[in-house]
Nanobody
Framework: QVQLVESGGGLVQAGGSLRLSCAASGRTFSNLAMGWFRQAPGKEREFVAAITRGGSSTYYSDSVKVRFTISRDNAKNTVSLQMSSLKPEDTAVYYC?????????????????????WGQGTQVTVSS
């Protein structure tokens, strides 16, 4: 069983930055494709970013492209989400997700149903 623990959330002013981290355990991390999703109050969970098992490919939603960067450290079993130029609409609970198979075809990276394991989430609040 894969355990995922997110950290790094908090309160930040619009235009600021935050870095989220997700620590994974329970399975060889390099065999896991990783993703970040978020859910705002009253809204459905939405895709934010994903990274392939080796880290060679990354995918982003249009709403965060350019502002957010996903990365992973397979030696430390962690995946991170660097968020910059934050906007109030980025306020949400951010979830780390893991998939025990390749992110192929590319379109599945954005589908929450394609991920097998989820963290508990970390709150990000952006004030205007």
């Amino acid at each position: 069983q894969v355990q995922l623990v997110e950290s790094g959330g908090g309160l930040v002013q619009a235009g600021g930055s935050l870095r989220l981290s997700c620590a994974a355990s329970g399975r060889t991390f390099s065999n896991l494709a990783m993703g970040w999703f978020r859910q705002a109050p009253g809204k459905e969970r939405e895709f934010v970013a994903a990274i392939t098992r080796g880290g060679s490919s990354t995918y982003y939603s249009d709403s965060v492209k350019v502002r957010f960067t996903i990365s992973r450290d397979n030696a430390k079993n962690t995946v991170s989400l660097q968020m910059s130029s934050l906007k109030p609409e980025d306020t949400a609970v951010y979830y780390c997700a893991a998939r025990g198979r390749a992110l192929f075809p590319r379109k599945i990276a954005a589908l929450s149903s394609e991920y097998d394991h989820w963290g508990q989430g970390t709150q990000v609040t952006v004030s205007s």
